[in-house]
């Protein structure tokens, strides 16, 4: 809790004191109804300062009818009385929320950095300026003043990284609090008209209770988000001016550089670019980054992959994110790690041939020399979204090409019907690089794919069919389509497989399917059932991303909520799921389930469950062999436990344990995940999370060899492996423009070998039968990786859309030093006795709008 008289201070938007001040006495007359409000032209320029003593909003009507939809759908609001007013002129839309509390002096107000969410009280102003019942803005305010905004497709997908540039004051008073905002209407889309209807929500966020509360009502136990918008009408005789803006900014670097025989030495480098946004007109939208840099993007978590497949990895640069909703069609997801035809990180990517042509000081990624986006909506429903993006050729020593230069095109297409309740879609992507004889005999030189997909909401909107087809198609010399063919997504080379191998292929072409169908709202019930297929040939790695094709499956989730309140829960949720994966030939790779509840208790505690039965029946592993045959697999059962605290206290703890039983291999696994969130002032937020893992592999892949009559053997050995990391955040806001991020892990990978054998028979029914002893029985190589990835930014937005970064970036990485031993503290002082790479960082950007 905070005391009335600090928090005055804190949410005080003018230099000077306000002084507490009750409402105005008169309330105007006028009130919306439940799900309709109308807006007043003002006459002049309304002054934002968090009170409605300007004329305008006199006798502007008042929207009243706010109900409680969580944890009760449709309670009474209690004592959270909630008005809101909205007011127009020729530029701009203002809104102002009054949001009454019994005890102010309550009120929870964080001081973050723009964008960050906090357990604070919240409003949140929506608008479909579209009035297309699937797109949105959210413009979010607490009490002190920190400003949220997010763009929202698809009927409630949210765009966290979107950024607009509005103003909201915000303003104690001695029974309530209030948020005037000023959204231009040069930050919003709609089409040109002479009278304007927008969808229109108002939401309230009560932090110490956890109770949320709307203008119009939201019913969680209906789909969408967007389309149970109310309605703003008498918008009348306003325009989307053509908006030009523009950030140029410019960067200076130090960071480690390799001088020969071991030796590193310092070096700088200067940037300039810019980030341009222009409306071409009312609805469409041109954005573009000249050689953009990314330098204050906090760097990816530390992973040892040894499966066969890609490692995923979350796309978090802003240009690449703002707007990538209408970018997405999804092929496969699965805990929220979605194949598709676009997938933003294989743009500026690590370059794929500097394991080829090692040296230290190759570059770590391929510099982008420039990316434009076309992206808005049409006033028939035609949502557009198209964008290119050019690479430069990276090189290493010699000259050599570790990345070619390269373009990336992606055009994407979505027609509304319905009122958004029905839809098709188009998708087309390309790539094509500029080979030399350093790459063209490992790198394709053109990729496409096409897809379309469609969507039917039926039965009041609470059903759903939906589909896509896409196909794909490669090119390049016949050396990399042979490598294509034998990678991991692939492997056309399996023994026991007969998929059309063919070494002299020049190209390679293949596609997917998916039907689905399933139950979105109404009710307690959900479900969602698919069959999927992939055939051997499907490849959009060049710019999508695909772990694995050759593939087809059959999978079931069906879940009951609970979501009426009674003595020991808010919420309840159970979830049911069960899978079958094939093979494109029919075998059989998996048969799985399983069951999770998730519960949120009354005294705000979250826990969760979850047991996992795999590969149940006759499943083989198509992929473990790695282009070798398929191995059967063994029945295992796993399952994970998740404790959160109460997000209000200062101190909330966490954790999350997990793990496999020990199946007839001899293998299992365990995992134990604590975190604590700790709030150590208004302005200052950590969060330390540690991750302990060991596991036992009985039959890890340890390499393919051949012996001298041309033989392959399959080896695999016993591996037991500890995995141990840290994971820290920091959090200090000075102001509502000035503030410190730190993120720091440390990592610790070691795993040690025994017991080689190579594949005998992999179809055998008993285990021991599979496998065969190999080599001399010589102990086995294990390893010991460390890595240390560190991010420090301190970010100043010394005007409005204009910043100021200084950022120090360390990275530290240690192979090879006590191979398969594990000893916690040991590796870690080993880990920050190894050389450091400092990188320090300013970046300079201005914004401006013409």
């Known amino acids: ?37 109308e807006a007043s032209r003002a006459e002049r320029a309304v002054v934002v300062d968090g009170r409605d003593d300007d004329a305008a909003w006199r006798d502007a009507q008042i929207i009243d009818s706010f109900r409680q939809f969580d944890p009760v759908e449709n309670g009474d609001p209690r004592g959270f009385r909630t008005e809101a007013k909205v007011v127009y002129d020729d530029r701009y839309l203002y809104v102002f929320v009054r949001a009454f509390d019994p005890r102010p002096d309550s009120l929870l107000a964080l001081l973050s950095r723009r964008d960050v969410r906090t357990q604070s009280d919240w409003l949140h102003l929506m608008i479909d300026s579209y009035h297309d019942r699937r797109t949105g803005y959210r413009f979010t305010v607490n009490p002190a003043g920190v400003q949220r905004d997010v763009y929202m497709s698809n009927d409630g997908n949210e765009d966290l990284s979107w950024d607009a540039v509005w103003s909201v004051a ?20 709609f089409a040109q008209s002479d009278a304007h209807t927008f969808g229109l929500a108002i939401w309230r966020d009560v932090g110490r209770t956890n109770e949320r509360l709307s203008w119009p009502l939201y019913r969680r136990n209906q789909p969408g988000m967007v389309s149970q918008f109310g309605e703003l009408r008498g918008l009348d005789k306003i325009a989307s001016p053509r908006r030009l803006e523009a950030t140029p900014y410019t960067v200076a670097k130090d960071l480690s550089h390799p001088e020969g025989a071991g ?83 294989r743009i500026g990517r690590s370059p794929q041939l500097g394991g080829q042509y090692y040296d230290a000081s190759n570059p770590l990624n391929t510099t982008i020399l420039g990316a434009a986006k076309v992206t808005g909506r049409l006033a028939n429903g035609l949502s557009i979204g198209v964008m290119d993006a050019m690479t430069q050729r990276e090189v290493g020593t010699g000259g050599r090409t570790i990345e070619p230069a390269a373009n990336y095109g992606v055009m994407r297409l979505q027609q509304d019907l319905r009122k958004g309740n029905s839809g098709f879609g188009l998708m087309l992507t390309s790539t094509d690089r500029q080979l030399d004889r350093w790459s063209e005999d490992y790198l394709r030189g053109s990729a496409r794919s096409l897809g379309v997909d469609f969507r039917h909401r039926f039965s009041k909107n609470r059903y759903q069919v939906s589909g896509y087809l896409a196909g794909s198609r490669v090119s390049g010399s016949a050396t990399a389509i042979d490598a294509l063919q034998r990678n991991g997504v692939h492997n056309y080379q399996r023994t026991d497989a007969n998929l059309g191998y063919d070494p002299s292929a020049t190209s390679m072409g293949g596609a997917t399917m998916q039907l689905a169908l399933e139950k979105q709202g109404g009710g307690k019930t959900r479900f969602f059932s698919a069959y999927q297929r992939t055939t051997p040939g499907f490849e959009v790695n060049d710019v999508g991303f695909l772990a694995r094709a ?85 029945f295992n059962r796993s399952g994970w436990v998740g404790l959160e605290g109460d997000r209000r206290w200062k101190v909330q703890p966490m954790f999350f344990m997990r793990g496999q039983m020990k199946d007839a291999s001899g293998s299992w696994n365990s995992g134990f995940d604590p975190e604590v969130a700790i709030r150590v002032a208004s302005r200052m937020q ?34 037991d492996q500890h995995v141990a990391a840290v994971t820290t955040r920091l959090d200090i806001t000075a102001t509502r423009t000035l503030s410190l991020q730190l993120y720091a892990s440390p990592f610790v990978a070691t795993g040690s070998y025994s017991n080689l054998r190579e594949l005998k028979d992999g179809a055998s029914s008993s285990y021991a039968g599979r496998y065969a002893p190999y080599g ?14 560190s991010n420090t930014v301190v970010r100043w937005e010394y005007r409005p859309g204009s910043t100021l970064f200084f950022v120090w970036s360390q990275g530290r990485q240690q192979d090879g030093l006590n191979p398969g031993s594990f000893q916690a503290g040991r590796d870690m002082r080993d880990l920050f006795r190894a050389r450091p790479d400092n990188t320090l960082l300013i970046k300079a950007a201005y914004w401006f709008a013409l």
Request: glycine fraction near 8%.
């Open 1 to 37: 809790m905070i005391p009335a008289f600090i928090l005055a201070a804190q949410v005080a938007v003018a230099s000077a004191a306000v002084p507490v001040a009750s409402g105005p006495a008169d309330a105007p007359a006028r009130r919306a109804s439940p799900t309709v409000a």
């Open 170 to 189: 915000t303003r104690l008073e001695k029974d309530a609090w209030t948020a005037e905002y000023r959204i231009p209407f040069s930050q919003l889309r």
């Open 263 to 345: 030796r590193f030495g310092r070096q700088q480098a200067a940037s300039i670019g810019a980030d341009v946004k222009y409306g071409l007109t009312s609805n469409l939208t041109l954005d573009a980054t000249i050689n953009p840099d990314f330098g204050q993007v906090e760097a990816d978590p530390s992973v040892l992959n040894l499966t066969a497949f890609e490692q995923f990895y979350q796309e978090r640069r802003p240009f690449f994110l703002e707007g990538q909703g209408i970018f997405r069609y999804d092929l496969n997801c699965n805990d929220g790690t979605c194949s598709g035809l676009f997938y933003s990180r």
């Open 776 to 789: 001399d029985g010589a102990p086995l190589t294990g390893f010991n990786f460390k890595e240390f990835r």
């Open 686 to 719: 950590a969060r330390v999370g540690l991750s302990l893992q060991r596991s036992v592999n009985d039959a890890q892949w340890y390499g393919n060899q051949a012996d001298a009559a041309g033989a392959t053997h399959y080896t695999f050995a016993r591996l």
């Open 550 to 634: 050759d593939q087809q499956s059959v999978s079931h989730w069906f879940q009951v909520s609970f979501q009426k309140p009674t003595n020991w829960y808010r919420r309840v949720s159970v979830n049911f799921n069960q899978w079958t994966l094939w093979n494109t030939g029919g075998q059989m790779n998996e048969l799985g389930g399983n069951i999770n509840a998730h519960a949120e208790f009354t005294n705000q505690w979250w826990g969760h469950i979850g047991a996992n039965l795999n590969s149940v029946g006759n499943s083989f592993d198509d992929r473990v062999a790695r282009g070798g045959p398929a191995v059967r697999q063994v």
